[in-house]
């Protein structure tokens, strides 16, 4: 049976100098439960909401990971691949959360505008059945429930840097729903151990997570780690997220608008096509013109990810 670590083992940053909960070998499987995104904190919200200042501030950051693990013969130049073989929530019936924090939002800011932010607050989710019920107006909705880990990374290469923030130097908060189960991410090691982390598990998010929040759970997550050389995974300078039926490049770029976040992750993944399938440079971005697809994981300043792929069906 895969050992299991707690969600009480959480961390908020991605840290070089940090210590792991574990070592784990080359080939590891594990399981990891993850605590939601603000560690319980929903359930303490006044009725009148919270500023996201307020919530850094009382929890001292945002997006609570399970780890850092360290694995034995991760070394600077290498890369780790994380297959992620369950994502699903801790208990199979419960309550999760969503809502919304003043000065947070895609579509609502507290800075650049004149009219009053939105009514903040948070809202209870029940889940069951593999469905949520979201609650809208006098209405209550259902939603199949797709879990995933909004939240995934490796130490960076210097100082720390907090879970709430991403970088293609150790991934981050980057929402995107394609990294659940029978996906394996490749995320490049820059301390040795590579000291991954993973959490901020989502029942259900639309494109982009406009709001901020997504429907926030506790998950069980089952992974298994292994150590790979960069040139054999074809790594060039954004993380990778692939699948038995496609490949895709991550572009989390913190403080970058949304167009040219989506320009990196389609760059990366046309050199890929170059490096792994022998296409020339104007042959894939050809191909990647007519059957590339693209996936909006965040759009809230300053917080802009996408996700470029290709399915292998159409790659030689």
């Known amino acids: ?10 961390t908020l940053f991605f840290d070089p100098d940090a210590a792991p909960i574990a070592y784990l070998d080359d080939g590891q499987t594990v399981v990891a439960h993850t605590a939601d995104s603000l560690c319980g904190l929903w359930k303490r919200v006044p009725s009148d909401g919270m500023h996201i200042d307020e919530v850094v501030d009382e929890l001292g950051g945002a997006c609570p990971l399970t780890g850092p693990f360290a694995v034995r013969g991760a070394e600077p130049g290498s890369v780790l691949e994380v297959e992620l073989h369950r994502v699903e929530p801790k208990a199979a019936e419960g309550t999760a959360w ?6 947070f939002g895609a579509l609502s800011t507290d800075v650049y505008g004149l009219q009053p932010d939105l009514e903040a607050g948070v809202v209870e989710v029940p889940y069951r059945d593999g469905r949520a019920h979201l609650p809208v107006g006098e209405h209550t909705i259902e939603i199949p429930i797709r879990p995933f880990l909004g939240t995934v990374g490796v130490a960076p290469v210097r100082e ?58 506790e998950a069980e997550v089952e992974f298994t780690v292994r150590v790979a050389d960069r040139d054999a995974a074809h790594y060039v300078a954004l993380p990778q997220l692939n699948t038995s039926t496609s490949i895709g490049s991550i572009a989390g770029l913190q403080g970058t608008n949304l167009g040219d976040v989506a ?32 996936q909006i994981g965040n759009m ?4 802009y990810s996408v996700m470029a792929s290709i399915d292998l069906e159409y790659l030689p």
């Not at 809230?300 to 917080?303: E, G, L, M, V």
């Open 300 to 303: 809230i300043d300053p917080f």
């Open 1 to 10: 049976m895969p050992l299991t670590y707690g969600d009480e083992e959480t």
């Open 98 to 103: 969503t809502g919304l924090f003043r000065g």
């Open 263 to 294: 320009r990196a992750a389609y760059t990366d993944l046309a050199r890929r096509l170059t490096r792994s399938h022998g296409l020339a440079v104007l042959d894939a971005y050809r191909l990647l013109g007519q059957v590339g697809r693209l």
């Open 160 to 217: 720390r840097r907090m879970s709430f923030s991403q970088s293609p130097e150790y991934l981050g908060d980057v929402d995107q729903p394609g990294v659940t189960a029978g996906a394996t991410l490749v995320l490049p090691v820059n301390a040795p151990g590579g000291l991954l982390s993973l959490g901020d598990a989502h029942a259900a998010q639309g494109d982009g997570e406009i709001t901020g929040v997504a429907v926030e759970i």
